[in-house]
Structures are given as C-alpha cells and as structure tokens.
C-alpha cells in the first residue's frame, strides 16, 4: 500500500491507497486495462475505508436502473492511458517543485487528490472520496474529505511506495 502522512505525529492524518486486481475490457477495436484500488483516510482515531469490489451488485437492484453500469468498485486505467503513470509523473513534478499544486482525480471519478505548496517544505494534501459514483452510474460530487499538511520527504516516500504498489 502506498501511504501519504501529515507532518504532524502526535493528531496523525494519512491517505492511502491499495492496488486491486486487473482486468481488460474491448471498447470498440481497443482493448483497456483498468485496475480495482481500495482507498483509506483517517486523522487521529477516525479511519475511514473504500474497498474494491464493493458489494455485490445484486444487492443494488430494485435502488438502480441499471446495475450493469454499477463499477462494483473503484477504478483506474492502466491502459490505453496509464492514470497511475500519470500521478506519480505529476506528483515528482510537483516534489521536485516544477508545479506549484498538483490535482488528480481519475477518469471514473471516484476521488480527487491535491498538493499545494504553501511554502518550501509545507504541503497541504487534500483528499475527497466521491463513493457516489462507484455505486452508481452517476458522478455525484458528493464526498468527504480529508485535509492535512505533509512535506517533501513524505511524498518521495509516497511515490516510491505508489511505484512498488503498483508497478509503476
């Protein structure tokens, strides 16, 4: 798993992130590889986690149109586009100071990821888990948050550990 954490070590926030199974769909004449993640926030004794697959989708009939277009959980591209390649490029770009904020969220929104410098060594992480869309087919916008501040050290540490998670 790959984990970001706040500077701060006696009231701890952390966002985390584990890679799932992957899977290939034909969309047309390409073929795409998308990969399940599970996703953790917690501050101080608050732990709140989204796993992948989530329920089974049966238990969405009767609530939801269509369950065929229930994700089932949260999803990433790998391929045709490499979502995962796409973060960890942008977050050594913003660790080594090349962007002054860094935003994320993947094509199946299912969170948004961000990093703003506020000064040299201060980084605000924020994080919002948008669950809306996972179960069901429609992006909700709604979602809870996490914010903290970290530091560089702790992003190079989350890079590496997205890297070796992921295959990156």
Not at 35 to 47: D, K, N, P, Y
């Amino acid at each position: 798993m790959a984990t970001l954490v706040s500077e701060d070590q006696d009231y701890k926030s952390y966002f985390e992130i584990r890679a799932g199974e992957k899977f290939e769909q034909n969309v047309g004449d390409k073929v795409q590889t998308w990969q399940f993640f599970s996703l953790t926030i917690a501050c101080g004794e608050r732990v709140l986690s989204f796993t992948s697959p989530s329920e089974e989708k049966h238990d969405y009939e009767g609530f939801i149109n269509d369950v065929t277009r229930v994700a089932d959980g949260y999803l990433v591209c790998r391929a045709s586009r490499d979502e995962i390649g796409r973060l960890v490029t942008g977050l050594e770009k913003f660790n080594r100071g090349e962007l002054p904020k860094l935003l994320f969220e993947p094509v199946e929104p299912s969170f948004e990821f961000m990093l703003e410098r506020q000064h040299e060594d201060e980084i605000r992480a924020t994080v919002f888990v948008d669950e809306g869309n996972v179960l069901t087919e429609i992006a909700r916008w709604d979602a809870l948050g996490l914010r903290f501040f970290t530091n560089q050290k702790a992003v190079r540490a989350f890079i590496d550990e997205l890297k070796a998670e992921f295959g990156a």
